[in-house]
Nanobody
Framework: VQLQASGGGLVQAGGYLRLACAASGRTFSSHIMGWFRQAPGKEREYVAAIRWGTGKTYYAGSVKGRFAISRNSAENTAYLQMNRLTPLDTALYYC????????????????WGQGTLVTVSS
């Protein structure tokens, strides 16, 4: 399984970006796709996750109401719509896949994409 994250870039505060995570190989309904981010000098943190089969979504408190995770099963791709971005959202964003039922910590994920950089200017 390979995960390819894309869509990062430079945006002004208040702006938006849409990240995509394309998965090679089949994604099963029991899988969870998640997004994490890592800012310079900080630990990787959970951002959002989605259950592939049901579409149920989960969010970290810091992004709830601003970010939206979704998936397109036909394209085997997960998305992260990021709105009302602030400089605190600046980070390298990673997508990952979990075959476990847990989703809000990095150890639950077995495959990771390479990361896409999001920079929010003030």
């Amino acid at each position: 399984v390979q995960l390819q994250a894309s869509g990062g870039g430079l945006v002004q505060a208040g702006g938006y970006l849409r990240l995509a995570c394309a998965a090679s190989g089949r994604t099963f309904s029991s899988h969870i796709m998640g997004w994490f981010r890592q800012a310079p000098g900080k630990e990787r943190e959970y951002v959002a996750a989605i259950r592939w089969g049901t579409g149920k979504t989960y969010y970290a408190g810091s992004v709830k109401g601003r970010f939206a995770i979704s998936r397109n099963s036909a394209e085997n791709t997960a998305y992260l719509q990021m709105n009302r971005l602030t400089p605190l959202d600046t980070a390298l964003y990673y997508c990952a896949r979990s075959v476990r039922g847990e989703f809000n910590f990095a150890g639950a994920y077995d495959y990771w994409g390479q990361g896409t950089l999001v920079t929010v200017s003030s």
